[in-house]
């Protein structure tokens, strides 16, 4: 393989990791600059995925799987804003139970739907016509840059980015997780607006679980395999801001992309393995100390008490 075919082939890959990585940091920056600490990440993303290949199975249509991926992501994140926005629990204990919660509901789903214990049947992907006929439509690259969920991928991620920094509800958002206090003042409901914040990060990220689905064409026990934990990091590194979590995702997609390619080089698989996880420590090392997290984040809002 020549070298601009290879770097092209592995900007395809890397763009292809990357991209549920980027819909969950994006959702975590959404839930989290409304105050609110979404370690569920984890397992929306796994929740997704299964809602979608449950809905690609049994409709024959895998956009039909699409909206059964942000309907199951957005559930998931509706109990996780129901016990830490109106019962107030601790927002990390919420999510981790959710994560437990969701490998065992998944691994039971597969048991009951499909009656197997590790993945399900093989569900077609999103496969448009138009790639036919555009330049480079079924080039490995070209298959990436004209996916319909990838083309949405990049319009949620300027949607997001518009409506935060941009309209005056995204600055009420960053205000409750800022100084809710004021948001109080300002008439706005922070309980409300926290809820906002945490479905919005379901969609974003039942979407990602959406994308891991289609790209294996089933469903796998555990597939998810830490990704939310890794685009929370990616949010960190972006300093809770739509562009920086994503930029940060492709460094990922990028270190996970040499792990893939240098496999079989004689180094250890372990090792390889390692990879991706080492390089979230080695960059949070470095960068935590430069991202100052929205101040009221984690924190509990009473509004009979305005605490």
Not at 124 to 151: H, I, K, N, S
Request: a neutral charge.
């Amino acid at each position: 393989m020549s070298g601009p075919v290879l770097l092209l082939a592995m900007l395809a890959q890397t763009l292809r990791i990357s991209v549920p990585y980027a819909l969950a940091a994006c959702g975590g920056v959404c839930s989290e600059r409304s105050g609110v600490v979404n370690i569920a990440l984890e397992g929306i993303l796994l929740n997704g995925a299964f809602f979608a290949v449950v809905g690609t199975h049994y409709s024959g249509s895998p956009y039909v799987g699409l909206l059964c991926a942000g309907a199951g992501g957005v559930a998931t994140a509706a109990l996780h804003a129901l016990v830490t926005i109106t019962a107030r629990a601790d927002q990390i204990v919420s999510g981790l139970a959710i994560n437990i919660l969701a490998f065992g509901l998944t691994r039971g789903g597969l048991r009951v739907l499909f009656k197997s214990a590790s993945n399900s049947p093989r569900i077609p992907a999103p496969d448009p016509a138009y790639l036919d006929v555009l330049p480079g439509g079924r080039t490995p690259l070209g298959e990436v840059l004209y996916d319909p969920l990838f083309l949405l991928t990049i319009l949620l991620l300027i949607a997001t980015l518009w409506f935060l920094f941009r309209t005056g509800l995204g600055l009420a958002l960053r205000t409750a997780g800022e100084h809710p206090e004021a948001a109080h003042s300002a008439g706005f409901s922070v309980p409300r607006l926290r809820w906002l914040g945490v479905l919005a990060s379901g969609l974003l990220a039942g979407l990602g679980g959406a994308w891991l689905a289609f790209e294996q064409h089933s469903f796998t026990d555990q597939m998810s395999g830490g990704r939310g934990y890794i685009a929370l990091a990616a949010m960190i590194v972006g300093k809770w801001h739509p562009l920086g979590a994503a930029a940060a995702c492709l460094l990922f997609g990028a270190a996970e992309t040499a792990q893939i390619r240098l496999q079989g080089s004689g180094v250890p698989t372990q090792f390889m393995q390692m990879l991706p996880f080492v390089l979230t420590i080695l960059v949070l090392v470095v960068w935590v100390g430069r991202s100052v997290a929205p101040a009221a984040v984690g924190k509990p809002y009473d509004p009979e008490h305005g605490e």
